[in-house]
T-cell receptor, first 110, second 113 residues
Framework: GQSLEQPSEVTAVEGAIVQINCTYQ??????LSWYQQHDGGAPTFLSY????GLEETGRFSSFLSRSDSYGYLLLQELQMKDSASYFCAVRPRGGQNFVFGPGTRLSVLP | ETGVTQTPRHLVMGMTNKKSLKCEQHLGHNAMYWYKQSAKKPLELMFVYNFKEQTENNSVPSRFSPECPNSSHLFLHLHTLQPEDSALYLC????????????FGDGTRLSIL
């Protein structure tokens, strides 16, 4: 089967850097994605890692290491508006659809 | 504006009622999805449609009945639901089935009395 693990909550202050980890147990997958969801809102796509390494998009970066079954989302120069839940997701090989992690609730404090 | 619109945003219904959730996307996507999001649980995929054809049903109880009349519209018909069905129901779409990224609607918050 496939399962992903994330910390349930992370707290940081404005301007700081925070890393949200995602570890997974799956036999094979196409890539690791990250989504952001504000309270009462829709999940929105942030990034995708199809290959190992770092992908950078503005203040957000995402990393994947298949050999370590591990990925993370890095948020820099935190802003209050970054307070939200963050989900990692994989699309396992074998014709199955996306499997989402349980989500990490990030609280950014002034 | 997410490009994926869901109505209603909130729904309260009794266990014997029949209601429908609606999803509409204006992104030109061919694949549409229904997800269930319960508190402190991962997003659960319920149904997948590709070019109006259902390609996946993740062991969803028959009290949930999807309908996809065209690539832009998706419905979820509800009847005789249980209290444990109370959750946020999210619709999503993508260019192709299983494709990144998925675009989500704001969801329908469903409460079963």
């Amino acid at each position: 089967g496939q399962s992903l693990e994330q910390p349930s909550e992370v707290t940081a202050v404005e301007g700081a850097i925070v890393q949200i980890n995602c570890t997974y147990q799956t036999s094979g997958f196409y890539g690791l994605s990250w989504y952001q969801q504000h309270d009462g809102g829709a999940p929105t796509f942030l990034s995708y890692n199809g290959l190992d390494g770092l992908e950078e998009t503005g203040r957000f970066s995402s990393f994947l290491s298949r050999s370590d079954s591990y990925g993370y989302l890095l948020l820099q120069e935190l802003q209050m508006k970054d307070s939200a839940s963050y989900f990692c997701a994989v699309r396992p090989r074998g014709g199955q659809n996306f499997v989402f992690g349980p989500g990490t609730r990030l609280s950014v404090l002034p | 504006e997410t490009g994926v619109t869901q109505t209603p945003r909130h729904l309260v219904m009794g266990m014997t009622n029949k209601k429908s959730l609606k999803c509409e996307q204006h992104l030109g996507h061919n694949a549409m999805y229904w997800y269930k999001q319960s508190a402190k649980k991962p997003l659960e995929l319920m149904f997948v449609y590709n070019f109006k054809e259902q390609t996946e049903n993740n062991s969803v109880p028959s009290r949930f009945s999807p309908e996809c009349p065209n690539s832009s519209h998706l419905f979820l018909h509800l009847h005789t639901l249980q209290p444990e069905d109370s959750a946020l129901y999210l619709c999503a779409s993508s260019r192709r089935v299983r494709n990144q990224p998925q675009h989500f609607g704001d969801g329908t918050r469903l409460s079963i009395l």
